[in-house]
């Protein structure tokens, strides 16, 4: 921008804090009807209004600091909250955040009719500039809401991995005091933290004396596994409970002695019921034994 420029961006800057300042009311009415708004707010339209009033006042600071182009403006502070509690919501609702800017947009026409209804008659310099310097903060609005878009989706699928990975580590109570947890699937750091703080939290809920650990599901072993699992049976001792690893396969016995990894100091048995045996009776219980003649398929 030329220096001769500067002075004029500004005064519109200004004109345009201005406007939005004293229109407020009546862009809020107009943008409570869009869908960016209205699918949001579903209690009652005057909650969308006052959704819509503060991303107002949030454009009017943005306009009189004369940071029109800036995302990282502060009066945009004062809205991100609720720019980002619509973005959620219409990313739960299945918008890409595509359609979230596209919504973003369909905002610019009533606020341009509005100003220029305001500067009817006027086909000066001023006018146009006013203009324009809406265009450019509406386009700086877009962009804003597609940041916090963005940021929500990614936020909802960290949240929904967490329930994944949450779902797919269940503990079980097999006796009383005693609980197992049924590993299926490959094990990464993520999936091992959450099978330790699950298992963790069943023992102290349960008050359980063991824990199984069944690794039958599991298809490798490899020393990052076996170092989180060897951390979680550490963790379940600290607690008070006997950790048992069952379900070690022929295979995975075999690739556990090629990589050298000791887990001698790990209680471990062939499959969960010899886990649950070992449980039951190192607890004073006793397991029914199977019926003689009776084969399982």
């Not at 049924?182 to 330790?196: C, E, N, Y």
Request: charge should be negative; include cysteine; proline fraction near 4%.
């Amino acid at each position: 921008m030329r220096v001769s420029e500067q002075p004029a961006a500004e005064s519109a800057a200004r004109r345009l804090g201005d406007f939005l300042e004293s229109r407020r009311e009546q862009i809020a009415q107009r943008w409570a009807d869009a869908p960016l708004f209205r699918t949001v707010f579903t209690v009652s339209r005057d909650e969308a209004v006052e959704a819509c009033k503060t991303v107002v006042d949030a454009l009017a600071d943005v306009a009189w600091s004369g940071r029109l182009e800036d995302i990282a403006a502060p009066g945009f502070d004062a809205a991100r909250e609720q720019l980002g509690r619509m973005a959620a919501s219409r990313s739960q609702r299945g918008s890409t955040p595509a359609q979230v800017a596209n919504e973003a947009a369909g905002l610019r026409v009533p606020a341009v009719e509005l100003l220029r209804a305001e500067t009817h008659g006027q086909n000066g310099p001023e006018a146009r500039d006013a203009e324009l310097a809406l265009t450019l903060l509406m386009g700086t609005l877009r962009l804003v809401i597609m940041e916090t878009t963005v940021d929500a989706g990614e936020q909802l699928i960290a949240r929904q991995r967490q329930q994944l990975l949450e779902v797919a580590t269940p503990v079980i109570s097999l006796w009383e005091g005693i609980v197992a947890v049924p590993l299926i699937g490959t094990l990464d750091s993520a999936r091992s933290q959450v099978v330790m703080e699950t298992l963790l939290e069943a023992i102290v809920e349960q008050r359980a004396r063991y824990a199984i650990l069944d690794i039958t599901g599991v298809p490798t072993v490899d020393s990052l596994v076996a170092q989180h699992l060897m951390k979680t049976v550490a963790a379940a001792r600290l607690m008070g409970a006997e950790c048992i690893v069952s379900g070690i396969r022929p295979a995975i016995a075999q690739t556990i002695v090629h990589l050298g990894i000791d887990l001698s100091s790990v209680l471990t048995r062939s499959s969960l019921s010899d886990a649950l045996a070992y449980a039951l009776d190192r607890g004073g219980a006793e397991a029914a034994p199977r019926t003689a003649g009776v084969t399982t398929r």
